[in-house]
C-alpha cells in the first residue's frame, strides 16, 4: 500500500542536468555532482566546413530558376521543330510517292490525282512538289484539252527554273508545255536536260515521230524502258515504233499489251491493238475487250478519247458482220452531231473494208481528234465501196417493118354474059 507522508508535500523538482534515480536505490550525497563536459552546439557554418549537410536544403536565386526554365523550354522547342520537320518531310515522301503512281498510269484520272495530290504538299515543298504537280498539269494541258492549267503550271517552275539546280520534274514540264504548244525544238531541249529520267525518253520519242523522224526515237525510248521497264508510256511508245516504223507485229503487240497490263485504260496502247486488228494481223478479240473497257470508262477518259475507241470498236463490229453493235458504238458517242455522224459512219466503213492496212481517215470532227492516236491521215474520206455496176441494157429490138398492105383479093374473072341477040 501506498505510504502517506505527511512531510511528503509533493516530489521535488526535477533538474535536467542531475541524473535520475535509476531505481537502485542509492541516492548520491548532496552536492556531489559528476563532471561532465559541456555538450558543443555546432553551428550549421561548422557542419558546412566539416563536409557536413545543412539541415536545410539551400535556396536557389531566382537567376538560377529562370535559366532552367528557360533550358527546358528550349529543349521542349527544339523536341517540337525536329518532330514537325520529321513529320513534314514523312507527308512529303508519302504524297509524292502516290503522285508518283498516279503519273505512272499515263492518263488524263492519273494526271488530275497526282495534280490533285500535290496540291497542298507544292505549299509545303515549292521546290520539287511543285515542280511534280506543274508536270501533271502540263500533261493535262497537252494531251487532254485543259489549256487554262499551263497557265499554273508556269507559275509553279517559274522559282524552280530559275535555281542553281533545277529539278528533273521542272524540266519535263517545261518540255510538256512546249510540247503542247507544238514547239518541237523547245520541248526537246528541256527534255533532254532532264538527262536519263525515264519520262525524258518518253517524251523525246513522242517529239521525233511528230517531228516526222520516227528512227531517232528508238534511242530514247530504249534508254527510258532500261530505267523503268513497266513505265506505260514508254511501252506505248515501243509498240508504236514497232507497228509503224519497223512492222514487227509481234514486238508491238507485246509492247501494248505490257503497257495495258500497267495502265488498263492506256489510251494510245489500245487504239494501238485495234489498228494492228483492224490490218489482219492480230485477231479481232484480242483488241475489242480494252476498246470497251476505254469506251465505257466515263468521267474519268475524256470524251474525244472515249469517241475515238468508239470509232476503232465500230469498225471492229463491222469486219466481224455485226453491223447492229457497230451502229450501237457510234451511239454511245457524246454530243455527235449529223455531219460528224455522216464521218463516223464512213470512216467505220473505209477501215473495215480495208483489210490489209490500217489508214487513218481524213478530216475528222475535234470530237474524234486526240494527241494519243496520232498515226497520220492518208485515207481519203470518201466511199470506199464502188457503186453497184448498173444492169447492162438489153440490146434494142429492131424495129419492125411496117406489114405490107395486103393485096387486094384478085378478082375472080368475070362471066362474059352472052351478049344478047340480035335482034333480025
Do not use: C
Amino acid at each position: 500500500m501506498p505510504r502517506n507522508d505527511p512531510h511528503d508535500r509533493g516530489s521535488p523538482p526535477v533538474d535536467p542536468a542531475r541524473p535520475q534515480d535509476d531505481g537502485s536505490g542509492y541516492d548520491p550525497p548532496p552536492g556531489f555532482e559528476e563532471a561532465r563536459p559541456p555538450r558543443a552546439q555546432a553551428s550549421a557554418d561548422d557542419l558546412s566546413a566539416a563536409g557536413g549537410a545543412r539541415s536545410t536544403s539551400p535556396r536557389r536565386s531566382p537567376g538560377l530558376r529562370f535559366a532552367v526554365a528557360i533550358g527546358l523550354l528550349l529543349v521542349l522547342a527544339g523536341a517540337l521543330l525536329g518532330y514537325r520537320a520529321w513529320h513534314r518531310k514523312k507527308v512529303l515522301a508519302e504524297g509524292m510517292a502516290i503522285a508518283e503512281q498516279a503519273l505512272r498510269l499515263d492518263t488524263a484520272a492519273g494526271y488530275r490525282t497526282a495534280a490533285d495530290t500535290l496540291e497542298p504538299l507544292a505549299k509545303l515543298d515549292p521546290r520539287d512538289a511543285a515542280s511534280m504537280r506543274a508536270f501533271a498539269l502540263a500533261m493535262l494541258a497537252a494531251d487532254y484539252r485543259e489549256p487554262s492549267l499551263a497557265k499554273e503550271a508556269e507559275g509553279l517552275i517559274a522559282s524552280p527554273g530559275r535555281a542553281e539546280t533545277v529539278p528533273v520534274w521542272a524540266d519535263l514540264a517545261a518540255a510538256a508545255l512546249y510540247l503542247g504548244h507544238g514547239e518541237v525544238g523547245d520541248a526537246a531541249t528541256y527534255a533532254g536536260r532532264a538527262g536519263d529520267a525515264p519520262w525524258a525518253g518518253a517524251l523525246l520519242a513522242r517529239l521525233a515521230l511528230l517531228a516526222g523522224n520516227p528512227e531517232a526515237a528508238f534511242e530514247p525510248v530504249q534508254r527510258s524502258l532500261a530505267a523503268d521497264p513497266r513505265l506505260a508510256a514508254s511501252l506505248a511508245m515501243q509498240g508504236d515504233l514497232s507497228r509503224r516504223v519497223r512492222r514487227d507485229v509481234h514486238a508491238a503487240r507485246t509492247a501494248y499489251a505490257a503497257a495495258l497490263a500497267s495502265s488498263r485504260t492506256h489510251p494510245r496502247a489500245t487504239f494501238g491493238l485495234a489498228k494492228l486488228a483492224l490490218a489482219s494481223q492480230i485477231p479481232l478479240n484480242d483488241a475489242i475487250p480494252p476498246l470497251r473497257a476505254l469506251l465505257n470508262d466515263a468521267p474519268a477518259t475524256p470524251a474525244n478519247e472515249r469517241a475515238r475507241a468508239a470509232l476503232h470498236l465500230a469498225a471492229l463490229e463491222l469486219r466481224a458482220g455485226n453491223r447492229a453493235a457497230s451502229n450501237a458504238a457510234l451511239d454511245q458517242v457524246e454530243g455527235l452531231d449529223k455531219p460528224g455522224r455522216t464521218w463516223a459512219e464512213l470512216a467505220v466503213l473505209i477501215a473495215a473494208t480495208d483489210r490489209k492496212a490500217y489508214r487513218a481517215v481524213k478530216g475528222p470532227p475535234p470530237l474524234f481528234v486526240t494527241a494519243s492516236d496520232d498515226d497520220p491521215l492518208e485515207a481519203p474520206a470518201v466511199d470506199p465501196t464502188p457503186p453497184p455496176a448498173p444492169h447492162p441494157k438489153a440490146a434494142p429490138r429492131p424495129a419492125a417493118r411496117p406489114a405490107r398492105k395486103a393485096s387486094p383479093p384478085a378478082r375472080k374473072p368475070g362471066i362474059r354474059k352472052p351478049p344478047p341477040p340480035r335482034a333480025p
